[in-house]
């Protein structure tokens, strides 16, 4: 079955802080992966998109990692922000023709000043 | 200006009673979605439609239909055979079905009363 699960469920963290969230799959065939950045009663934004043989991807603060062999990605935000406080969702792609995207339950970041 | 348009933004219902969600995009994208977000879970897939007049049904269908007449918009009907209808929904849209990228509107929120 594909599946995403994300962890921590929640993070608090103090403002200037970095911290780790962590996505772990079980999707095959993989054809992508993506961190979505979603502010409360908003919808998500997308932060950065991996396929297989991406290793490493940064947008600004943002550092996303994929370990295909391990099915594990994990999204590093460095000297956080209060703006960083929302929930994070990792969405993986499977190959098809549908567009199916599963979607982990999230991991909600809230930073401290 | 381009994108994802949802509304109403918030949104109440009498039990028993239909109601239609709106989505339009001006982004010319092929594929359309609806997702429900309910607290402490991942987004789930009600319906998507990869061309005009025809659509699937995703992983939660049951109490819900859409249309999709015209290639910008895909409204979602909430009808009184949903038993808990109160959530956040999303419309998303990609340019294929193919894995790429989903865009996101800001959602609608749905409330029983």
């Known amino acids: 079955k594909n599946q995403v699960e994300q962890s921590p469920q929640s993070l608090i963290i103090l403002e200037g802080k970095n911290c780790t969230l962590q996505?772990?799959?079980?999707?095959?065939?993989?054809?992508?992966l993506r961190w979505y950045k979603q502010d409360t009663g908003r919808g998500p934004v997308s932060l950065t998109i991996m396929t297989f043989s991406e290793n490493t991807k940064s947008n600004g603060r943002y550092t996303a990692t994929l370990d295909a062999d391990t099915k594990q990605s994990s999204l590093h935000i460095t000297a956080s922000q209060l703006s960083d406080s929302a929930s994070y969702i990792c969405?993986?792609?499977?190959?098809?023709?549908?567009?199916?995207?599963?979607f982990g339950q999230g991991t909600t970041l809230q930073v401290k000043p | 200006d381009g994108g994802i348009t949802q509304s109403p933004k918030y949104l109440f219902r009498k039990e028993g009673q239909n109601v239609t969600l709106s989505c339009e995009q001006n982004?010319?994208?092929?594929?359309m979605y609806w997702y429900r977000q309910d607290p402490g879970q991942g987004l789930r897939l009600i319906y998507y439609?990869?061309?005009?007049?025809?659509?699937q049904k995703g992983d939660i269908a049951e109490g819900y239909s859409v249309s999709r007449e015209k290639k910008e918009s895909f409204p979602l009907t909430v009808t009184s055979a949903q038993k808990n209808p109160t959530a956040f929904y999303l419309c998303?849209?990609?340019?294929?079905?193919?894995?790429?990228?989903?865009?996101f509107g800001q959602g609608t929120r749905l409330t029983v009363v």
């Open positions: 969405v993986v792609s499977a190959y098809s023709n549908t567009g199916k995207l599963i």
């Open positions: 996505c772990n799959y079980t999707v095959s065939p993989f054809s992508n």
């Open positions: 998303a849209t990609s340019r294929t079905g193919g894995g790429t990228e989903a865009f």
């Open positions: 439609s990869q061309i005009v007049n025809d659509f």
């Open positions: 982004l010319n994208h092929d594929a």
